[in-house]
Structure formats: structure tokens, C-alpha cells
């Protein structure tokens, strides 16, 4: 008799439970090349929101990570229809035992190996307590873990999360975080220091050394009518950090991911020049800002007025200033 289609079906359906092992102890599981054959530059697990149409969360910070080099793993924190600022929105919201359901998941199998976390914006303090155990568990199987947290909680004075949330980055998250990605509003709720000044920037900067990250990126100040990211690392505790800043040009739109994306390329080329922070954060801010003419652009060739909205980045077009950023904007290092 012919092996037909439905013989087939009723094999695989079969009840037997014997059957199963037995057909199971037979099949091998192929490895897992990213940890069998790793790369050079690492394994990332990108925990945050996802949307269907637009980039922010992980649409916005996997797809580089993946031209640089780095296999990534993400978790979405959220999945929605498109990011919530357009009049509507439609998803679902993943709660922390989802999360731990998904990483007891990986643990069963042996895939819980990861060179680096990062994580995003996070709505809840439910949420971001499971975080927590995330990176203790992922530190139990790699203790040399590097977590980039972008502590994504508001800007320009107004908080987008609960008050609570504040307190946990402070207290709990910025102590294990091995760099740190605030913008000048957040940066200033985790220290309770008002910066005025790239002196208050800075100063900023060593009271987070002090919290735990040895390397800490404050990634958008505004002093004076100036735009500037300001960057520390130290490299030994107790020791004084190599600070430095970038004056970034100014363009006239707001555009949605930006931060997303200014945090996963900072990972991406940090990892290639550890021991450089400014040579990395001179890469990510070339790349940002070539992206954002170049959105900037198109949309007036479509006939836009960008400044009446959030614009979406135009990632996938840019992917050329990703790879290989042409470096126009230096860092300048503080004596």
C-alpha cells in the first residue's frame, strides 16, 4: 500500500505515549549554531515593545545589531499595531509570568546563554521586578553577562511610566546595569541632580558610576541651546572616569525610536571598542544622525511637513549608515 499523506498524519497523531519516546529518543536535536559556532561579537537577548508597522523597541534595535554582527533573541514586551503616538492603537502586553514562562523556556533547553541583555521601555513595576530575576538568571549561567539598560521613563520633564517605577530603576536596576543610556530627563531622576550644566552632566555620570555601571551615556542634554550627548566610563572602580561629549547638530523634527536605536548601536560598537566609549558613541551618533536626514528627506520629497508630526525612521534604507558610518561628529574628551 502507498505511504500516503494520511497515513502519515495518523503516525504523528498517534495516542501512544510509548510511541512518542520512543520516536523522540530517535530524532537528535541539531545545536544551536549562535552558541555551538559563536561570533565575535556576541549573543544578545533585547527585551521591549515590538510594533507591527513603524520601528521603535526591538523593530528599532535588532536589525542593527544584526548588521553589526551580533545574533539577537528578542522578547517583546508589547505588541501593538504601531507605536501609540497615531490616534489608535490595537495589541497585547506581556506580564512578567509570561516573561519567566518564556525564559523558563529557553532554560529547559539549554539556550539561556547570553553575552549581553538589553532592555527598553518597560510599563510596569510587576514587570520590571521580573527583569530582575532575568538577569540574575542569566548571570547564574554566564556570570560575565553585560546588561545595557536604557531606563526609558520620559523626557523634557514629563514622566511616561507610574512614579513607582522610578524608585526600582534606582534602587534595584541601576546597580546591576553594566552601562546605563538615560536621556538628560531620566538621568536627572536617577540621580535627584538637576542638570544646568556639563558640569551637572558630568557630575551626573559619576554619581551612577558609583550605583554600579561602569560605563554610563547620557544620551541628549540640552545646556544653553546646544544638543549634546555626554559619555563616561570607568574603568576601574574608585577610579576617575574618561569623560568626553559630542555637540550633535540639531534637526528640526521629532522622530519616533530614536532612543531605541541610539542605545543597540551603543551596544553594538562599545562591545567592538571596549575600552573606547567616545570612539563608540561617535559611530552610533554619525549613524543616528545620517538616519535622521535621510527620514528627514524623504518625507519632504513625499510631500510632508515633518515638523506636524513623530516621523518613522527610515531604518531599512539606512542599513549602508549602519555598517559603516561616516564619522563627521567627534568626541571631545574632558581633562
Known amino acids: ?35 555551538a559556532l559563536p561570533s565575535d561579537t556576541g549573543r544578545v537577548l533585547s527585551i521591549q ?25 528578542p522578547i517583546n514586551s508589547v505588541q501593538f499595531s504601531n507605536h501609540t503616538g497615531y490616534p489608535t492603537f490595537k495589541g497585547q502586553v506581556l506580564n512578567g509570568e ?3 514562562e518564556l525564559i523558563e523556556g529557553l532554560e529547559a533547553n539549554d539556550l539561556l546563554f547570553y553575552t549581553h541583555l538589553l532592555t527598553g521601555y518597560i510599563g510596569s513595576v510587576s514587570f520590571l521586578n521580573t527583569i530582575l530575576e532575568v538577569i540574575n538568571k542569566l548571570r547564574s ?11 526609558v521613563m520620559g523626557d523634557e520633564g514629563k514622566l511616561y511610566v507610574p512614579e513607582e517605577l522610578v524608585h526600582v530603576y534606582r534602587e534595584k536596576v541601576v546597580p546591576l546595569a553594566s552601562m546605563l543610556t538615560p536621556n538628560q530627563f531620566e538621568a536627572e531622576k ?39 550627548l555626554i559619555g563616561s566610563h570607568q574603568k576601574e572602580k574608585g577610579q576617575k572616569p574618561e569623560q568626553f561629549k559630542i555637540l550633535i547638530d540639531k534637526i528640526p523634527a521629532y522622530f519616533t525610536g530614536t532612543g531605541d536605536l541610539m542605545t543597540a548601536l551603543l551596544l553594538g560598537w562599545s562591545n567592538k571598542y571596549p575600552d573606547s566609549l567616545d570612539k563608540a558613541a561617535e559611530l552610533a551618533v554619525s549613524t543616528l544622525q545620517a538616519l535622521l536626514r535621510r527620514t528627514l528627506d524623504d518625507y519632504k520629497r513625499a510631500g510632508y511637513d515633518p515638523t506636524s508630526s513623530s516621523l518613522e525612521i527610515r531604518l531599512i534604507q539606512s ?11 567627534k568626541a571631545e574628551r574632558y581633562r
Open 1 to 35: 500500500m502507498p505511504f500516503s499523506l494520511s497515513t502519515t498524519t495518523t503516525i504523528l497523531r498517534s495516542p501512544n505515549p510509548n510511541f512518542r519516546r520512543s520516536r523522540k529518543s530517535r530524532m537528535s536535536t541539531p545545536p544551536v549554531l549562535s552558541l
Open 49 to 73: 515593545s515590538h510594533t507591527v508597522q513603524g520601528y521603535v523597541g526591538n523593530k528599532s534595535a535588532v536589525f542593527p545589531l544584526q548588521l553589526l554582527g551580533y545574533d539577537v533573541d
Open 98 to 100: 509570561q516573561l519567566w
Open 141 to 151: 549561567v554566564n556570570p560575565n553577562l553585560t546588561y545595557v539598560c536604557d531606563p
Open 190 to 228: 536617577l540621580t535627584g541632580l538637576r542638570i544646568n550644566s556639563e558640569e551637572d552632566g558630568r557630575e551626573a555620570c559619576a554619581i551612577l558610576h558609583a550605583a554600579g555601571p561602569s560605563k554610563v551615556v547620557i544620551t541628549s542634554i540640552t545646556i544653553g541651546g546646544l544638543l549634546l
Open 319 to 329: 542599513q549602508d549608515d549602519i555598517r559603516n558610518p561616516n564619522v563627521e561628529l
